[in-house]
Each structure stands twice: as structure tokens, then as C-alpha cells.
């Protein structure tokens, strides 16, 4: 696995590689910093926080260190960018995922071309110092899924992804629990930061994003994951990624 141990020769070393539907990264971990990038296909990014879903555009940061692995929903053109964690000292500490602006995208293509032990002081040193600069800018977007710890919650959770298209409330969960829904919405809150009905949305969204990423039309997408029309799933969707499905598909 590149950079297990040692981080890279220069402060950023930038990787291109395609990969085909359903392939799958183990659980590992880099002694740097990554920025991994979705150009086409989605990508499923997991740690021991949670799960990170990268729509194409969008890109994951994933500090040194951090144990994690992947699986790839479609045909998945991945750009990765490995990090030496000491070249920014306000690097980002925990995994989120970033809007990848035209700049920096346009940035990481020409750092492609750029070979790996370039020499300071020269057009490719200023055009690497320049991408670390805007990884310090990007915004961040909601697109993880934190899981609970406590195994009640959890199998829960498992409940969920397994009947998704079900209609879940706060009122359901509970009853499932044989718990009220206040204690439920104090626990759900206090474990993952989200209320229930937030982490539904979410859970929804990426498995969405998944889905669509397989070629699924959005009628039968909006519907496997638990909306009554593909108008109520196009305004959350629109909600949480600034656009509709059809927009997001280029349809």
C-alpha cells in the first residue's frame, strides 16, 4: 500500500486510477494525508467514525493515519492526492467531504504531469504549494453517515439499511427499541451528533447516490430509498447537493 509508512519524497505526490464496479480497497492506512477525489462513479469511503459517500466533484479528506477502506459504485475514475501532514500546519484533523472547486480541479490535472521529485524552487514547487493552499479553503458538505456506538442503536441501523424503502419515523424506530421516542431522539442525538430523522435523510442521500451511480433511473431510485415521488426526493436531494438528480446526472 503506497505510503504506509513513509510519505512522499515532496510535500504532494498526485495519483490517477480508474477502477471498475464493485471493486474494493481493504482496510488500511497511509502515514500521510489524502485528499481522494471521485471524477466519475461514487466512491464508499468507511473508517471506524463512519461512512463517507464521494458523489463525482466531490472529494474526501482522510488525515495520516486514519484506518479506512473502499468500495467503488459504478465505473469510478478516482484522482488521489497523498499529503505530507506537516505541510500546512491548519491541515484538516478528521475525515470530511469537500466540494472540489474548478480551480483546484483544474490544479490537480496539471499536478498529474508533475513527477514526483521536482525540483524546489521551479513552476512545479509553486504549482504544488498552490494546491496545498486551496485544500485549506474547500467547503465542507454532509455527506458522511456517523454510526452509533451502542449495539441497541446499531442493530438499529442495520434495520434500516436492510427495509430503507419502509416508511421510518422517530415513532417506528422506537417501537422497534421498545423504548420512547424521546429516549431514542436523546441517545440517536448524544452517539452520532444527528438526530434520527437526520441520519435517515442522510442514509437516504448516499444510498441514493449509490444508485444512481449504477445506473438506476431516479423514479425507481426515489422510490428504493423510501420516497413517495421523485418530487419529494428531488427536493431533498437538491437540499443537501444544490441541484436536482437530473442536473446532478447531466440529464
Known sequence: MLYAQNVPERALRIYAKDYQHG?????????CAQLIQAVQ?????????????????RGVWVPAFTEHSLKMRGAVKLRTLF???????????????ISISPLLRELILSGLEVAPDYLPGGREERLMELI??????LPIIPL?????????????????HRSLAAPWDLALAASR??????????????????SF????????????????AMGHNIVDVALL???????????????????????????
Open 23 to 31: 471493486h474494493a480497497e481493504p482496510r488500511h492506512q497511509h502515514a
Open 41 to 57: 462513479g461514487v466512491i464508499r469511503v468507511s473508517t471506524a467514525q463512519g461512512l463517507w459517500v464521494i458523489p463525482p466533484g
Open 83 to 97: 499529503v505530507d501532514p506537516l505541510a500546512r500546519a491548519d491541515l484538516a484533523a478528521d475525515c470530511r467531504v
Open 132 to 137: 496545498l493552499d486551496e485544500l485549506r479553503e
Open 144 to 160: 458522511n453517515l456517523p454510526m452509533p456506538e451502542s449495539e441497541c442503536l446499531l442493530t438499529l441501523c442495520g434495520e434500516v
Open 177 to 194: 427499541l421498545g423504548v420512547s421516542t424521546r429516549t431514542l431522539s436523546r441517545q440517536f442525538q448524544r452517539e452520532t451528533g444527528l
Open 197 to 212: 430523522i437526520e441520519w435517515l435523510r442522510r442514509k437516504r442521500l448516499l444510498e441514493s447516490l449509490e444508485a444512481l
Open 225 to 251: 430509498v423510501g420516497y413517495d415521488s421523485p418530487s419529494a426526493y428531488s427536493s431533498m436531494f437538491r437540499r443537501h447537493l444544490g441541484v436536482s438528480p437530473s442536473e446532478y446526472l447531466g440529464l
